[in-house]
Nanobody, 114 residues
């Protein structure tokens, strides 16, 4: 069973920055794609960004140029650097990791005040 522990969320003013981290442990298999999703109140969970083991990345359009995803394979950790945050980025951010199955973290709250 893979455990994912997210950290780094919080309250920030618009234009500010936060860095999320997600550490994976307990996997018997290689962790392939890792990603970040978010869910705002009353909305469906949506992809923010993901990164493959070879560091190929994909971002949703609304965060391109502001967010950067990266990973440390030796630590099984994925990061999300979020700059120029906007109130519409407010959501619970979830980490996802894929091996032969998919695993989710419990989420970390990001709140951006205007």
């Amino acid at each position: 069973q893979v455990q994912l522990v997210e950290s780094g969320g919080g309250l920030v003013q618009a234009g500010g920055s936060l860095r999320l981290s997600c550490a994976a442990s307990g996997s018997r298999f290689t962790i392939n794609t890792m990603g970040w999703y978010r869910q705002a109140p009353g909305k469906q969970r949506e992809l923010v960004a993901y990164i493959t083991r070879t560091s190929w990345t994909k971002y949703t359009d609304s965060v391109k140029g502001r967010f950067t995803i990266s990973r440390d394979n030796a630590k099984n950790t994925v990061y999300l650097q979020m700059n120029n945050l906007k109130p519409e980025d407010t959501a619970v951010y979830y980490c996802k990791a894929e091996t032969v199955s998919s695993y989710w973290g419990r989420g970390t709250q990001v709140t951006v005040s205007s």
